[in-house]
């Protein structure tokens, strides 16, 4: 944890809700939430963002899961960040391990995606992991700045722009990088975000995420530069996503 910084948990339920149980889930999330250290966050589907900001109000934070890089225009299927803004988020999840792999998102494209959402008055957090291979050949920490420098924007520390760190090979599969590979990390990416952004960089939330569950928050979130996590599966149980949500605090 950076001291000073107050942490954000932050649920990424990628394509899981229908009304009736995200209502429910949001309620029960909410009713934890309030007066905790931590800053909750849940990016449902953009379905759900306007029904759930009721449900949300004032106690949770709402976000997208993308967004188009574009204002407006021809681009069927898409959703501008504009839009996620008006239906009630604050945030937007971008560049996704699943959504480079699936779509092919570049670095690039990312952080046009980030000047969007920074243009719609959003607070982008940029994704950034390296894949097993790339662990295991030793080059994880060099993939990683890489593909930070890349995906982010001029005025993301002024916008309070926020960076995950998701390793590809842990995110839904139970296992987690070692505490010092996660230490050594977030080390050297809080290095690079204070010579990028040298007034905000320091301060700027550098979450962890990849099968965080309650039984190993508090350790992860207790580590330097963790200034919380993105959650994906444990964000769907009430009970579980909650406890990590204490454990930052
Ligand atoms: P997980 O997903 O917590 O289920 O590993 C994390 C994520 O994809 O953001």
Redesign the pocket.
Known sequence: MTPGVRPLIAG?WKMHGLAAEAQALARAVADGAAGLKAEVLICPPATLIAPLTQACAGVVALGGQDCHEAAKGAHTGDISAAMLKDAGASYVILG?S?RRMAYRETSHRVRAKAEAAMAAGLIPVVCVGEPEDDRLLGRAEEVVAEQMAESLPDGFGAAGGVVAY?PVW???TGRTPTEADITAMHAMLRAKLAEAFPAEGAGLRLLY????KPGNAAAILALPHVDGA?????SLVAEDFLAIARAAG
């Open positions: 990424n996704h699943e998701e842990a995110i839904g995420g990849g099968s965080v993105l959650v994906g599966g444990a």
